[in-house]
């Protein structure tokens, strides 16, 4: 059994920073390729950021590149999150995903966790 636990979501006002982090605990072989996506109220599942299982090649949604930065934490199978300049848009329940390969496609991670609400407001 596989299991992903996120932290570090909360309130925070426009132009503030937060970090999530998520780590991978249960059945671990190997190191995962890894992942972020989002989901606002009414809205589709969107990626946000992923990096594969080296960690050395990362992917980031349009909306995000330049203010988001994920990374390996000191674990092998855990990662950051580091979300920068932060806009009302930003607004979501933020999950993690785990699986064999890197992608934006949600279908591709067979691990998630429960998600951690982010919201950016005055």
């Known amino acids: 059994q596989v299991q992903l636990v996120e932290s570090g979501g909360g309130l925070v006002q426009p132009g503030g920073s937060l970090r999530l982090s998520c780590a991978v605990s249960?059945?671990?072989?190997?190191?995962?390729?890894m992942a972020w996506f989002r989901q606002a109220p009414g809205k589709f599942r969107e990626f946000v950021a992923a990096?594969?299982?080296?960690?050395?090649?990362?992917y980031y949604a349009d909306a995000v590149r330049g203010r988001f930065s994920i990374s390996r934490g000191n674990g092998e199978n855990t990662v950051q999150l580091q979300m920068n300049s932060l806009k009302p848009e930003d607004t979501a329940v933020y999950y993690c995903?785990?699986?064999?390969?890197?992608?934006?496609?949600?279908?591709?991670?067979?691990?998630w966790g429960q998600g951690t609400q982010v919201t950016v407001s005055l």
């Open positions: 995903a785990a699986g064999e390969f890197s992608d934006s496609d949600p279908r591709t991670y067979a691990y």
């Open positions: 249960g059945r671990t072989n190997s190191a995962y390729a």
């Open positions: 990096l594969n299982w080296s960690g050395r090649n990362k």
